[in-house]
C-alpha cells in the first residue's frame, strides 16, 4: 500500500524536509491518531461534513459519518472529518443561496490546504449538494456523494403532507375556520416528521437525485429515505467505495463530464426537477471547466416527459419515490425508450449509468410512471430573450388550462400574449402595493419582480410566483403572468418567467421597463420584451442610480458577494473562481 501516491504524504511523510513533517504529524497525533494511520501509505479520506444543529435537514449526517468512517476504515483509509460552513435552506437569512459560494470557499481551502486525498460529500439540503460539487470540482480529488435522505412522508388525517407545498393548503384551511393557530402548527410539521430533506419534488430532491444522474453517487444512493437501514448501509458502502476511488484514481473531471450534465438536464425534466437546477449545474460545470448553457436545458431537456408523479406537480412523497426504485428506476424508464443521450458516462461504481440502471424499471407505475405513459409530455424548460433579459427559465409544462385560455389562445398570435407591465422594485414593494386598486392590475396584467437577483437581494430570492390582487383571486383569476429576476422555489408549480439574467441591479433590460409599458411573450420564438423604442431605453438607462435595486448590505460576506457574483445564466459563481482548477494536482 505504501506506494500510492498520496498528496497526504506532503504532510506526513516528507523525506526532504523531516521538520515539517514532524510539525505536521505530532498534532494530528495528539488526539490519538498513530503514526501508521498516518504514515503507512493509508489514504486520508475526509468526510466534509454538512450536518449540525444549525442543519436539520442534513443533521441526519453527523450519525451516517460515523458509518462512512466504518466503511472507509474497512478498506483501509483514515478518516478527518471536515466541518463545513452550515446551510439551511429555511433558516438562514436574508437567504440560504447566499451562503453556498461561501461554503464553496472554505471546503476548496479545507480540500486543498489540508492533507486530504479524497472526499465524501454529505450532501442533502438544497444548497449544500452544490456548494460540495463545486468545491470538489475545483479541487479535483477523488470525490463520493452520500445524501442524507428525504424526510420519511408527512401525513395528516389519512393523507401525505408534503414539505413546503402543505403550507399553501394549511392557509386555506386556517382562513375557512376548520383549523385554529395551533392546528395550522401541527398540520405545517406533519410535514416534516423525521431527520431528511424535504419530501417533496423540491431543490433538495432535485439536486440529489441529479448528483446522482452526474454519477457522483452510488445507484439508488439519492431516494433513500433518511431513517432507514439502507440510507446507514449506504453509507458503508461509500465509505468502502472511496477508498478504492483513491486506488484507480477516479476524480470529478472523469465523471462530471459534458455527457453527464446531459443526461442530468434529460434526468430533471423527467423528475420534474426545480428551476433552481439550471443555475446549480452551471456553477458545477464551470468549476470543471465543462460548457454548458440555458439554451441546453431547452435544446436536451424540453421535449422530455414527466415521469415521476411526487408532490408538487403530483401526489406522492419521498418514500414512495424510493420504493418505486429511486432515480435508477428512472433512468432505466428513460433508457427503455431510448431517451437517455449518453448511458456510456461513467459513475462513481467504476460502472457506466447504463450498466448501472439499463435494467431497472419502475416498482410502482402509480408513482414512477413508463414514458409512453408520462403525466405530462415536454416537461423541461425553454430559456427566452430579449430587451428585458439576455436568458430566463420557464416550465412550460405547468402553465394551467385556465392561463392557457386566457393568454395563448388567440388564433392570430398563438402561444404568445401582450399585457401591460405593473412593476415591483423589491419583495417589499410586492408587498405593500399588490392588493392596492389604483394600480387596476386585471387578468392581462404582466407582474414583473426586479430587485430579486444575486445582487439585488443578495443569492437571490425565491419570489417570482407572485400571487394576483385579492380582488382578482375573489373573482376567480388564480394566475398572472409572472416574470422576474429572483428564483422560485422547487415546492412551487408556477408558470413563471424567472431567473432572468442579467438582474435588474447588474444593469439588465428589467430595470428599465415601467408600469404601464406594454410587453410581449412569445413560447414559440422564446422571446420576451417591453415594447419601448430605443431612445426611450437609453433615456431611462441614463437616469438610473449607479448601484440601482441594491439596498445596502447587511455583513460583510454579503458585499463580497454582491461584488464578485455573476448572474443566473453564469451559476452565480464568484468572478474569476472558475479560473483555479484542478488545483490538487496542479499544485500537488
Ligand atoms: Fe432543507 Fe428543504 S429545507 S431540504
Ligand atoms: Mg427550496
Redo the contacts with the bound molecule.
Keep these: 500500500m505504501t506506494d500510492r501516491k498520496l498528496r497526504s504524504r506532503a504532510w506526513f511523510n516528507n523525506p526532504d524536509n523531516q521538520e515539517m513533517t514532524a510539525l505536521y504529524l505530532e498534532r494530528y497525533l495528539n488526539y490519538g491518531l498513530t503514526r501508521e494511520e498516518l504514515q503507512s501509505g493509508k489514504p486520508i479520506i475526509g468526510i466534509a461534513q454538512t450536518g449540525s444543529d444549525l442543519s436539520p435537514?442534513n443533521r441526519h449526517h453527523i450519525e451516517l459519518a460515523k458509518r462512512v468512517r466504518d466503511g472507509v476504515v474497512s478498506s483501509g483509509g483514515t478518516v478527518m472529518e471536515i466541518p463545513v460552513h452550515p446551510i439551511?435552506?429555511?433558516g438562514k437569512r436574508p437567504t440560504a443561496s447566499l451562503d453556498r459560494n461561501l461554503a464553496y470557499l472554505s471546503l476548496v481551502e479545507s480540500l486543498y490546504g489540508y492533507p486530504i486525498d479524497a472526499v465524501v460529500l454529505m450532501i442533502?439540503?438544497?444548497k449544500t449538494t452544490p456548494a460540495l460539487l463545486m468545491a470538489a470540482s475545483t479541487v479535483n480529488i477523488p470525490a463520493i456523494a452520500l445524501s442524507v435522505g428525504p424526510m420519511l412522508n408527512g401525513w395528516f388525517r389519512g393523507e401525505r403532507t408534503g414539505?413546503?407545498t402543505i403550507v399553501w393548503k394549511a392557509r386555506e384551511l386556517l382562513a375557512a375556520g376548520e383549523i385554529d393557530d395551533d392546528g395550522f402548527m401541527e398540520l405545517v410539521a406533519s410535514s416534516a416528521p423525521s431527520t431528511g430533506?424535504?419530501n417533496t419534488m423540491?431543490?433538495?430532491t432535485t439536486m440529489n437525485s441529479l448528483a446522482e444522474a452526474l454519477g457522483m453517487q452510488l445507484p439508488g444512493s439519492a431516494a433513500i429515505p433518511a431513517p432507514y437501514r439502507e440510507r446507514g448501509q449506504m453509507a458503508y458502502e461509500t465509505g468502502k467505495r472511496i477508498v478504492q476511488m483513491v486506488d484507480e484514481d477516479l476524480r470529478p473531471t472523469d465523471i462530471m463530464t459534458r455527457e453527464a450534465f446531459e443526461n442530468a438536464i434529460v434526468v430533471n425534466s423527467a423528475i420534474g426537477g426545480s428551476t433552481n437546477a439550471p443555475i446549480h449545474l452551471k456553477a458545477i460545470a464551470s468549476h470543471l471547466g465543462v460548457p454548458l448553457s440555458n439554451d441546453d436545458w431547452q435544446t436536451h431537456g424540453h421535449k422530455v416527459p414527466l415521469i415521476v408523479n411526487l408532490q408538487p406537480a403530483g401526489e406522492y412523497l419521498g418514500e414512495d419515490y424510493h420504493r418505486a426504485g429511486g432515480l435508477p428506476a428512472v433512468v432505466g424508464e428513460l433508457m427503455a425508450a431510448n431517451m437517455l443521450p449518453h448511458p456510456g458516462a461513467k459513475t462513481v461504481n467504476g460502472r457506466s449509468i447504463g450498466e448501472n440502471c439499463g435494467e431497472r424499471r419502475s416498482e410502482n407505475p402509480d408513482v414512477i410512471r413508463t414514458v409512453a405513459e408520462p403525466l405530462k409530455r415536454d416537461a423541461g424548460f425553454i430559456n427566452l430573450k430579449g430587451n428585458l433579459f439576455d436568458s430566463a427559465i420557464m416550465k412550460t409544462s405547468v402553465i394551467s388550462k385556465e392561463f392557457q385560455d386566457r393568454y395563448l389562445s388567440n388564433p392570430d398570435d398563438p402561444n404568445a400574449f401582450e399585457g401591460r407591465a405593473v412593476v415591483f422594485d423589491s419583495i417589499e414593494d410586492y408587498h405593500k402595493r399588490i392588493d392596492d386598486e389604483s394600480l387596476a392590475i386585471d387578468e392581462y396584467c404582466v407582474l414583473i419582480m426586479r430587485g430579486a437577483g444575486p445582487i439585488g437581494y443578495p443569492g437571490g430570492a425565491e419570489v417570482v410566483n407572485m400571487r394576483p390582487p385579492a380582488y382578482l383571486l375573489r373573482k376567480g383569476i388564480h394566475s398572472l403572468p409572472c416574470v422576474g429576476d429572483g428564483r422560485q422555489s422547487g415546492t412551487s408549480g408556477s408558470p413563471s418567467i424567472l431567473n432572468a439574467s442579467p438582474e435588474a441591479a447588474a444593469g439588465g433590460g428589467l430595470g428599465l421597463v415601467q408600469t404601464g409599458d406594454r410587453v410581449r411573450i412569445d413560447l414559440t420564438k422564446c422571446t420576451a420584451d417591453m415594447l419601448v423604442d430605443a431612445a426611450e431605453l437609453d433615456k431611462r438607462r441614463a437616469a438610473l442610480p449607479e448601484r440601482p435595486y441594491s439596498p445596502e448590505s447587511q455583513s460583510p460576506w454579503q458585499e463580497i458577494f454582491r461584488e464578485k457574483t455573476e448572474q443566473f445564466a453564469e451559476g452565480m459563481v464568484l468572478r474569476g473562481a472558475t479560473e483555479y482548477r484542478d488545483i490538487a494536482r496542479k499544485m500537488g
Excluded: Y
Aim: proline share 0%.
Design positions: 435537514c439551511q435552506e429555511t442533502g439540503c438544497d414539505s413546503g430533506f424535504c423540491g431543490t433538495a
